[in-house]
C-alpha cells in the first residue's frame, strides 16, 4: 500500500465526540470558491469489500458542508436538516480523499451546499444538502 501525502497547507480540525473517532481531518485552503477538507484512508476507514466504507464518505461531506455552513458567519454550531448522497466510486486503503464544498444559497438561517468528495481527481460520491445555523 502506498500512502498518499496530504495536500499543501493541510490543518488539522480538532474533534470532539463521534467525528474523534474517525478523523483525523483536515482543512485545505479554499480555492476557485470551494471550500476544501481531506482526510487519509486507514484500516479503520475500510469496509469488508476492501474499499472505504460508505459511511465514512458521508461522515466526510456531512463534516465538510457544516463547515462550510459556518465558515463567514459566527455560528459556533450548525445542524444538518438534509443529506443527500449518491455513490459513484470506490476508495482505497492510503489515498487522500476530499471533499470539495460549494455554498449554493445562503439566507439568514438556512444554508444550502454541494459536495464532490474526490480521490486522485477521481469521484467517490456526490453530495447535497440544507444546514441551519444556530
Known amino acids: 500500500m502506498t ?3 496530504l495536500p ?15 478523523g483525523p481531518m483536515y482543512r485545505l485552503p479554499d480555492a476557485d470558491g470551494l471550500h476544501r477538507f481531506c482526510f487519509r484512508v486507514e484500516e479503520r476507514h475500510m469496509n469488508c469489500a476492501g474499499t ?11 463534516i465538510s458542508m457544516s463547515r462550510a455552513a459556518r465558515d463567514g458567519t459566527d455560528a459556533q454550531n450548525s445542524s444538518t436538516v438534509s443529506l443527500s448522497c449518491d455513490f459513484v466510486g470506490p476508495g482505497k486503503l492510503g ?8 455554498v449554493t444559497r445562503r439566507t439568514r ?19 447535497s444538502g440544507v444546514w441551519k445555523i444556530a
Open 3 to 5: 500512502t498518499a501525502a
Open 8 to 22: 499543501e497547507g493541510a490543518e488539522e480540525i480538532p474533534f470532539v465526540g463521534y467525528n474523534k473517532y474517525i
Open 52 to 62: 472505504v466504507h460508505g459511511g465514512m464518505l458521508m461522515s466526510l461531506a456531512d
Open 95 to 102: 489515498d487522500v480523499i476530499e471533499a470539495h464544498v460549494r
Open 109 to 127: 438561517t438556512i444554508v444550502f451546499l454541494s459536495a464532490d468528495i474526490l480521490s486522485g481527481g477521481r469521484t467517490l460520491l456526490v453530495a
